[in-house]
């Protein structure tokens, strides 16, 4: 940040962190410019390019000064935008005479684009085209001219100011403004700075819509534009680092409707378009105001950043929350607040857009198109498959018919939108959704109808959030819209989120997604009510930013709306107990040995019957989906479906029938035996290699992973015996995993005498290798050998495949690691990526001995690094801890790991202090890792 900036930031005002309730009355003015620039003395340095250059400079780095300053103490940005732009308007003026001494018909400055609308941030651009009469002007017949312009573009570099620049004739700009939209729109708000300003004229004449581009053909590119552009930003509002210039609701949206609109009313600037009928006085209200509170946004951004960025990145959220006056509270923190007003402004912006365009279709495209309306009902009538009321009082008559118009929308899938004239007219009546409307029967029937629709329910219900209509039936969902949590897990706001869980489920219907969610879409097919499980989809977050338990919270807030739509008590407990319980599959899965019984059966205790474990599958790959598209892979989805299928085994077991622990010893070693006859492999010598082996890995691998480690062993030591090595070398074998609810990721067994920090070298050399270790079993058998198996997957969240070059390479940095064993010390060092640097959170454990598994459970929760594990296992080497069991998991910026640990005999830890000192040295060396770097 400039010095200049520093001195003045902690005087900032807190003056403008309110989205504004009074209408905007008038625009606000420029700064004189008599305060920022001596004018005169610029205009005096004659034809001396050296003392124009420097009296240049000192007067730009002068009124530059003096916005920074007027920022920092509260100034609002529109009236420095307008300052900026007064001031390089008198830069530029001052050195055009300088080099060009054309007649009156020679070569005219001219603004173009934000610069000719007299709009400058800090850092934006200054486009301005130099025009000429003739195309030999500035080229051949006239070389002074020429080399003239060139000479002031290089004086503006030379002062270091964004110049983008053009050098033509006006029969050029009309060629390839007729052929180029971003030109033609450039041209639409040129004004002449300097020079003839008929030829300005003349250029604006040749390129009305009267000559290029009419009005419908500039309206159809302009939308276009805009779809691709917002296709970009995957056409949400709502992106963690969202770009408040391009994203959809961003400043490039409200310049749109004043690029189409200028077009067809032939209007000069947008405050002209007032009482054309194009807009309300609301919209009106909303669009200037919005445009402002932008402003203030991507000023303060440009002034952070030192340079011309228009993504909310991370590292400035915080600093522009401070600035613009948001504090920390009991219930979020100040960025989240921020960041919440942000997402609101530009959802209403979105609004507006959407009901300007939808208007300038209809006048523009449609215009002299009558078709007679086709009648819906005594409400409603369709137009061109828009739906549209049948007289303005419908929604006054009939307050119902808010909720109505979504319900026939989803009944009917070739109506494909809403009149603008209706839009508008639901967003006038709204208020009309109050208490007494929510308690009417007839309006809970329609919502519960709605939750029934089958066609575009989720597209129903954006709309609904779109116009106001949905945070008003259910206030609880109102006060989550806009809602974001400061993290990198969870990339969308609440509302965005439930939403997507929505669609997610609504996907699960569709006959092609069974191949990428077939477990789902099976269950989809076999639930009794599915508005049940979208219920439970609206509610399951609905309580997040209140404090507390937001699964218990949310819970409570469903049954209240289940009352009061008069849904059964049976599913009533079906649906607060899916809000309850939402994650309790995906912790599950994630955290506990699921190839233990006795946590499958606990699991399916807890589940009680078939039905809730499909609605309750259902919830959870929806929500998994719908939180981090990132979340969402093969290793996750094999998790999920052994939690699936063996507890739906479980259940249809009974639950009064648990598994016999020594019967499925049993089971799984005549199977890998058979497995191992198959290769010409004799009991006795499965038996050598297994006598040392302890219970734990008869229950917890399949016979199929037993299978082809035992004779990959006994392969190992057949080669040992025949070799000259004293020493024998590790067993390293890399394959594609073998067990059934683990596949997509790698599987990397390794085996060799047991010895401290072994844990540790893994870890580091895969982080090396830019891999994750998503699972790990530990085995020590009775002859004092590690049995180590590590599921890893690569830095795209892949397996390896079968990329020999790639295993090798695994392998070989794997023995090298190993081979340091004894006096390994050192840990793996990478850059931090940027976007974890910016969540501050310090590390958090727990521990506790568990009966059941007889070992001591670790949990610890901190931000993501590189070498993560491999800290852990360094600290674990320190205390003497037998790492048994490990199951590892990423949520976005932070990690929630478990560690099933022992003393150095693989016996729970039972010294309280060696508990504590244990917790604080990982706290310790993780949180001094974060601050290192």
Sequence with gaps: MPVADRVFRENRLHSFHVPKSTPVTSSPQPLPLDALLDVAALRAVGEDSALAVRRFREALQQADAMLAECFYVGTDAAVLVYSRALVVDALLTAAWPCFITAPDDGPTLIAVG???????????????????????????????????????????????????????SIAQCIELAGSDITIATNLMEARTLAGAPTLQLLLQAHTGADKIWTAADFFRAKREEQFQRHKKHHHTEYNLEPNIKNAPGGLRDIQTISWVAKRFFGVNNFKQLAGKGLFTDEEYDILLSGEEDLWQVRYALHMLAGRAEERLLFEYQKDIAKLLGYTDDDSHLAVESFMRWYYRTVLALAEVNDVMLQYLDEVILQAGKYRAPSPINDRFQRVDNYIEVTNPQVFVENPSALLEIFVLLGLDKTLIGVRASTIRLIREHRHLIDEEFRQAPENQHLFISLLRSPYGLVTQLRRMKRYGVLGLYLPEFGRVTGQMQHDLFHIYTVDAHTLLVIKFMRRFRQRNMAEQFPIATHVMKRLPKQELLYIAGLYHDIAKGRGGDHSELGAVDAKAFCKLHGISKRETRLISWLVEKHLLMSTVSQKQDIGDPDVIHAFALEVGDQTRLDYLYALTVADMNATNPDIWNSWRASLMRQLYIETKRALRRGLEHTVDRQDLID????????????????????????????????????????????????????????????????????????????????????????????????????????????????????????LDTFYVLDENDQAIGED???????????????????????????????????FAMPTRTSINNDILTGCTILEVTSPDRPGFLAIIGEVFSEFGITLLNAKITTLGERVEDVFFIGDAQGQPLSDPQLCQDLQDNICRHLDRQVKAE
């Excluded at 844990?759 to 895969?766: L, R």
């Excluded at 070059?805 to 340091?820: D, G, H, P, V």
């Design 804 to 838: 020999e070059n790639r295993k090798q390479r695994i392998e070989n940095t794997l023995r090298e690691e190993l081979a340091l064993v004894d006096e390994y010390s050192d840990l793996v060092k990478r850059r931090t990526p940027r976007e974890l640097k910016y």
């Design 667 to 786: 089971e799984t070693q005549a199977s890998a035996l058979a497995k191992l006859q198959d290769k010409g492999i004799n009991q006795a010598d499965a038996q050598t290699v297994w006598e040392g082996m302890g219970e734990d890995y008869f229950v917890r691998e399949s016979y199929r992973d037993i299978a082809w480690q035992t004779e990959a062993i006994l392969q190992h030591q057949r080669e040992h015996q025949q070799s000259d090595s004293a020493k024998e070398p590790p067993l390293i074998v890399i394959s594609e995993t073998t067990s059934h609810g683990y596949e997509g990721a790698t599987q990397v067994f390794i085996r060799l005498p047991d010895q401290p920090n072994i844990f540790a070298a893994v870890a580091t050399a895969f982080s090396q290798l830019h891999m994750s270790i998503m699972d790990a079993r530990i085995y020590t058998d009775s002859s004092g050998y590690a």
């Design 114 to 168: 934000g610069y000719g609308r007299g709009e400058l941030h800090p850092y934006s651009d200054i486009d301005i085209l130099i025009l000429a009469a003739e195309d030999d002007s500035l080229d051949g017949a006239d070389r002074s001219n020429a080399e003239s312009s060139q000479e002031f573009i290089t004086l503006l570099w030379d002062l270091g100011l964004n110049i983008g620049h053009s050098v033509r």
